[in-house]
């Protein structure tokens, strides 16, 4: 069942476009990550669904009634649309406690008494905060913070709860520890949810579906396997990982099969755009699907190893062979200088129109 329904929306600021045609679906109970670089207008989509920003065309349903409808002149006002929304800083009042500040949405609605004290009750125990009701924002740690941010956002029920890069302000290894509580709780909720991040390793984790958005448009649309594992662009591929990338002649096309001729020598990749011979193609390759191999091969070339980075849980290794420069990860130490066999498993190289 489709929750939220956004259609063709445009907005611009003065003559500059940010969003040009956007459409998606939220489902009941889905979770979808509105992903992109500095730019791409998925905090600006985000705001215009929550009704702080205003479009100049198309319609956002919330359950088959409109909130916002260009043709008709609806544009309901934020607070009226009744979404939760978790803001990037958390805007907290420092001058209220934690109760008061996730109650206050219920107070503003006019919300009796003991049913604002027990719903805030319930909104802290749900996120591990029941006995920190009476402090204030100021004796709260950053992930503290955060599930106090999210409390408010969720003490009224709200049909979709929208989050505006909720773990930015988290430190590395905290924020890899609240996306998996943060997806944990959503699921334990069954909230339907709609999250701004510019990581795609967060969303990946997070998402039932991932919007990649480029230049105001969604450049591809699917689950977090679709995106990483069969990108459709040159740009979702980019986006969607570590990769090496190179130049390499098209020198014979077969059935989605390519032989090119590549900086290292002769080279089998996977046609991801149409191309002919002659072309010049962009390979992508994953870090991840680069193998040091034991001797020379099909889609292995000779290259010196320039340096091995200790990583905790494997090494990254820079090779070198003339002009090319290849990435890949490991699990043993090795010494830099020497010369490697390193494979680029056909399979794995993907080839986009230059």
């Given amino acids: 069942m489709t929750k939220l329904s956004v259609n063709d929306i445009h907005l611009g600021y003065g003559s500059t476009p940010v969003l040009r045609g956007v459409s998606f679906n939220l489902k009941a109970g889905e979770v979808v990550s509105l992903l992109g670089a500095s730019g791409s207008g998925k905090t600006t989509l985000l705001r215009a669904v929550a009704g702080l920003e205003h479009p100049s065309q198309g319609t956002i349903l919330l359950d088959g009634k409109p909130l916002f409808e260009a043709g008709k002149g609806v544009d309901l006002p934020a607070e009226q649309r009744s979404l939760g929304l978790v803001f990037q800083s958390y805007a907290l009042w420092p001058h209220r406690t934690v109760a008061q500040n996730v109650g206050y949405g219920l107070v503003l609605r006019k919300v009796p008494q003991a049913e604002v004290k027990a719903r805030v009750q319930q909104a802290l125990e749900n ?42 302000n988290l430190d590395a ?3 890899e520890e609240a996306r998996a509580w943060l997806r944990a709780l959503i699921v334990k909720l069954n909230l339907s949810a709609l999250c701004v991040t510019h990581d795609q390793t967060e969303a990946m984790a997070m998402s039932d579906r991932i919007l990649l958005l480029k230049g105001g448009r969604i450049e591809q649309e699917g689950t977090p396997q679709e995106l990483y594992g069969a990108p459709r662009t040159l740009y979702t591929a980019e986006f969607m990982g570590s990769n090496n990338r190179f130049d390499a002649k098209v020198d014979q096309v077969g059935a989605g099969t390519l032989r090119l001729q590549g900086p ?3 080279l089998l990749a996977q046609s991801r755009d149409p191309l002919k011979v002659g072309d ?12 040091v191999a034991d001797g020379p091969g099909d889609n292995r070339v000779r290259a010196k190893l320039v340096t091995a980075m200790y990583l905790g849980d494997r090494w990254e290794y820079l090779f070198e062979a003339g002009d090319l420069r290849l990435r890949a990860f490991g699990q043993v130490a090795r010494d830099p200088g020497h010369e490697y066999w390193v494979e680029l498993p056909a399979e794995s190289c993907w080839a986009y129109a230059a």
């Fill in 280 to 291: 010049t193609a962009q390979v992508v390759v994953r870090l991840e699907r680069v193998v």
């Fill in 127 to 168: 996120l591990g905060l029941g006995h920190l009701g009476e402090r204030y924002p100021f004796q709260l740690s950053g992930g503290q913070q955060q599930r106090v941010a999210i409390a408010r956002a969720l003490v009224y029920n709200p049909p979709v709860i929208l989050l505006d890069e909720p773990l930015s």
């Fill in 264 to 266: 290292g020598g002769p």
């Fill in 173 to 175: 290894k905290l924020r």
